[in-house]
């Protein structure tokens, strides 16, 4: 079982729509979750940064943490077309190889149309 | 805009080259990381540097090798390298490798291409 999965998606949904991307994860160890967006040949770009379970919000963004369930997602209302890119969940904690490193999901593409 | 600043953004190698590519940040982060990252894929991990100690080598070969200057510049010297090389080098920090300051951040990268 991989340690993190994502849904690569695509996903493709009109201007305004709310957007629910997710990850589920098997290591029980994970203490720290992020949402990354990669635009086109570009470096990602840090969205939201957690720490164990709950939800945080930033403007129209909501990730929120489900330990018990080994769920996470994050929220995009009134999507607009410059939200169009890959979406990387990452977390953080000890491995199953017993370091301490980011696991990237594979990223879930979205594409937000006018 | 990044503050994780990588140079050169493209590069093109052939396989007898010895090239460098540079990364330079000013955020006090103590840990720097290269990633490499094909398209369509998410980004892997290849080294990490702990207050400018080489922490973690995730088993890349030594045609690859990281240098780290100072506490601001990561640098990766590369050699003889195959064309299936060929990738987005993405250069990253964090305040420190673990704990919950661990949040990374990226700069642009330099996309490399081997001949």
């Known amino acids: 079982q991989k340690e993190v999965e994502q849904d690569p998606g695509p996903l493709s949904v009109p201007e305004g729509a709310i957007v629910s991307l997710n990850c589920t994860y098997s290591?029980?160890?994970?203490?720290?979750f992020m949402w990354y967006r990669q635009y086109s040949r570009k470096g990602p770009e840090l969205l939201m940064y957690t720490y164990s379970s709950g939800n945080k919000e930033d403007g129209r963004f909501t990730a929120q943490v489900d330990k018990s369930s080994k769920y996470i997602s994050l929220f995009i209302r009134d999507s607009q077309p410059s939200d169009s890119a890959t979406y990387l969940c990452a977390m953080k904690g000890r491995t199953q190889g017993g370091s301490e490193k980011l696991v990237f999901g594979k990223g879930t593409k979205l594409t937000v149309n006018p | 805009d990044t503050e994780v600043t990588q140079t050169p953004k493209h590069l093109v190698m052939g396989m007898t080259n010895k090239k460098s590519l540079k990364c330079e940040q000013h955020m006090g982060h103590r840990a720097m990381y290269w990633y490499k990252q094909k398209a369509k894929k998410p980004p892997e991990l290849m080294f990490v540097?702990?207050?400018?100690?080489?922490?973690i080598n995730e088993s890349v070969p030594s045609r690859f090798s990281p240098e780290c200057p100072n506490s601001s510049l990561l640098n990766l010297h590369l050699h003889a390298l195959q064309p299936e090389d060929s990738a987005l080098y993405l250069c990253?920090?964090?305040?420190?490798?673990?704990?919950?300051?661990?949040?990374?951040?990226f700069g642009e990268g330099s996309r490399l291409t081997v001949l």
């Open positions: 540097y702990s207050y400018e100690k080489l922490s």
């Open positions: 290591n029980s160890a994970f203490q720290y």
């Open positions: 990253a920090s964090s305040l420190r490798s673990g704990g919950p300051t661990g949040e990374l951040f």
